[in-house]
């Protein structure tokens, strides 16, 4: 089979960071700037790429790019498979992972050793994680991300980041193991990893492969919901993210949505309209888990004295808000969960960074100020004899900082004028859509009052926990020296801001977009049929017997 | 051979979960590595236990899918091994680290005050 040039592009996300990321072990340590220079332009390349797989796909007309491995037909070689949801996950990797990037070529990236070669690994295991369309190589590419995970994680060592490190890592292989169990249930009821040929098979199982193949799912659901930091499985995420380097933490934004991807992608494709008796299974569930993450995530952050674990607790209450939607199980809901996710990742992404610029400011010696208080378990704040002296005039560099501080409270709790407004507003107005007005309206049930509670009150707490951290460590006046913030450091936090602004802007047309990834990701016959079509012959590959292997 | 399968894969598993909530890294280390060994098991099995048959086709013999063993659990096994044998060996380091930082081998990096 003969294949055009750009047929590969599906496959350059993958090989380009693989490459980079090898290639980068074999420069030494002392040549900084060559290796910030490959790293640079190989996450720029990696932008473009996403930004052309994106035009691709308008191009072409069966709205689904399959690209298969050595020419297999699909459910006996790998498969890749670009639809419009994955290149929404894909370029919002690749903006998160550039302006990480920058923001640790300053001063991160030499916090310890192969900082690059680890970021550009984590870049390809979620790129693959994204592409991937059968379930095995799901796993591979979770554990591709995650072992680099471990190692940024670990990243400028300390006791706090070992300590934190060493939870994260078990509870990681423990899910790992949850992972395999789930997969080869799977395998062992339908016969099939592939995604397309799985949603396929599914409606004709008979009752005790059913079985089987629902508990598998379940056990597969609790290894992403374990990353996707679900309560109860959550208690990590806090501590792991706000030990982290600050640019490590922005990564470790995006790698608890991945959870969030796979559930809406298998969720849908398994369990949604088509699968027969199976048809939403689980819902209530996600449903369920959804709001007790939100729960306690608000709680969380409430209680949560620093900075770092307010972030933690925010992401928290994002991942639950989106998957307490996308469990409703209808597509006008899913757009607007999707397009809450991209701006809720950005925010938190710029937010993860912003903490560190602040608090260098606060006390030269904060790390190590930190990691004293956390080790005697004194929570105290700074004695209150500072705050007689009021009526400093802030730096122009801490009002860089508190107008950025800012935009990220107002995104993360969504008030308007920004991105988080109108992707809490969009959900809550296809919630309460009333009939006649276009669409099919979504039934008005006491689920929908309970979301429109959840939303309003945790966007209240998250403001609350903000404006309090941000009146002390931005308004208050302390003895404190003016943060020595590099361009670079502050360009990719705006960078991010200004994503969320370009989503608030264009929220039409990316609205209109979102909606279309949403509907597609609902009905997955257009998917099913691409993977499935051989493209010799161009016949659909049809379930044989079914049953097991 | 079912039963005795199921007993090894019961007996790895539930000494792995209980070694993983131990409060001492070695015991937890020892316990995912338990887990993984069951896991693979499991795997295993999940293909349909054959006695004495290959997973490869044999020169001039194909056809009867009743006389070959299932060769793709003993891919993602193999796959599986490898991943798991990997992670356990970070995870060792890890350990080592947190020994050597916080001078105690508690997971919490500090003993329990009582």
Redesign the interface.
């Known amino acids: 089979m003969v294949i055009a040039w750009a047929d590969h592009l599906a496959i350059l996300p993958i090989l380009l960071p693989l490459a980079a990321g090898a290639g980068l072990l074999l420069v030494e340590e002392r040549h900084r700037a060559l290796k910030a220079a490959i790293s640079l332009a190989t996450t720029v390349a990696l932008a473009g790429i996403v930004t052309a797989l994106f035009h691709r796909l308008e191009a072409v007309p069966q709205e689904v790019i399959v690209y298969r491995l050595a020419g297999w037909p699909a459910p006996f070689g790998i498969v890749l498979v670009v639809d419009r949801l994955t290149v929404l996950m894909l370029m919002l990797t690749s903006g998160l992972a550039l302006a990480s990037l920058i923001f640790s070529l300053v001063r991160w990236s030499r916090a310890g050793v192969h900082y690059l070669s680890l970021f550009q690994f984590l870049l390809m295991g979620l790129n693959g994680a994204f592409l991937t369309g059968d379930l095995?190589n799901l796993f591979?590419f979770f554990?591709l991300l995650?072992?680099a995970s471990?190692?940024l994680a670990?990243h400028g060592?300390?006791?706090v980041r070992?300590?934190a490190?060493?939870?994260y890592?078990?509870i990681n292989?423990?899910a790992?193991?949850l992972f395999?169990?789930g997969?080869?249930?799977i395998?062992?009821a339908t016969g099939t990893?592939n995604m397309a040929d799985l949603a396929m098979r599914i409606p004709g199982l008979d009752a005790g492969d059913r079985m089987l193949m629902e508990a598998g799912s379940a056990i597969l659901g609790i290894a992403f919901l374990v990353k996707a930091g679900m309560w109860p499985l959550s208690f990590w995420l806090p501590t792991t993210y706000a030990a982290a380097a600050p640019p490590v933490a922005a990564m470790f934004a995006i790698m608890s949505k991945l959870g969030i991807y796979v559930i809406l992608r298998l969720w849908l494709l398994l369990f949604g309209d088509a699968a027969g008796a199976s048809s939403d299974f689980g819902g209530m569930a996600l449903l369920a888990i959804g709001g007790a993450t939100v729960l306690f995530g608000m709680i969380g952050i409430l209680a949560s004295q620093d900075l770092g674990r307010l972030t933690g607790f925010a992401v928290l209450i994002s991942s639950g808000t989106i998957l307490a939607v996308i469990a409703i199980g209808d597509a006008d809901l899913t757009g607007p969960a999707i397009y809450y996710m991209i701006s809720s990742t950005l925010a938190i992404g710029a937010m993860f960074m912003l903490i560190e610029l602040i608090e260098r400011g606060r006390d030269p010696g904060a790390d190590m100020l930190a990691v004293t208080r956390e080790a005697y378990g004194d929570d105290s704040e700074e004695d209150p004899l500072k705050m007689e002296e009021i009526g400093i005039a802030i730096p122009a560099t801490i009002t860089v900082l508190g107008l950025c501080f800012l935009s990220c409270a107002l995104v993360l709790a969504g008030m308007p004028p920004l991105s988080g407004f109108i992707g809490k507003f969009a959900i809550l107005s296809a919630a309460f859509s009333v009939p006649g007005q276009g669409q099919d309206a979504v039934p008005v049930t006491a689920f929908t009052w309970l979301l429109l509670a959840l939303l309003m009150v945790s966007g209240i707490v998250t403001l609350m926990a903000m404006t309090r951290a941000g009146i002390r460590t931005l308004w208050i006046p302390q003895e404190r020296t003016t943060p020595m913030v590099h361009l670079a450091e502050i360009a990719p936090i705006i960078l991010l801001l200004a994503g969320c602004l370009a989503l608030t802007i264009q929220a039409d047309p990316v609205l209109r977009y979102m909606n279309a990834a949403a509907s597609a990701a609902h009905s997955p016959a257009d998917y099913v049929r691409g993977v499935l079509t051989d493209p010799e012959t161009g016949a659909i590959r049809s379930p044989d017997s079914g049953g097991?292997? | 051979m079912e039963l005795v399968l199921s007993i090894a894969i019961g007996a790895l598993g539930g000494s792995g979960v209980w070694l993983l909530l131990r409060p001492r890294t070695f015991q937890v280390i020892i316990g995912l590595t338990l887990l993984s060994y069951a896991v693979n098991l499991f795997i295993l099995s999940m293909g349909r236990l054959k006695v004495d048959m290959a997973p490869i086709l044999q020169k001039g013999e194909a056809g009867d899918l009743a006389s070959y063993a299932d060769p793709l659990p003993q891919a993602l096994v193999l796959t599986a091994i490898v991943i798991s044998f990997a992670t356990t060996a970070l995870f060792l380091v890890v350990l080592l680290a947190s020994r050597g930082l916080t001078g105690t081998d508690h997971v919490d990096g500090r003993e329990r005050e009582w």
């Open positions: 095995f591979v554990e995650l072992a471990y190692g670990l060592s300390g006791i070992v300590r490190g060493l939870h890592i078990a292989l423990a790992s193991l395999l169990i997969v080869s249930l395998y062992s990893l097991g292997p």
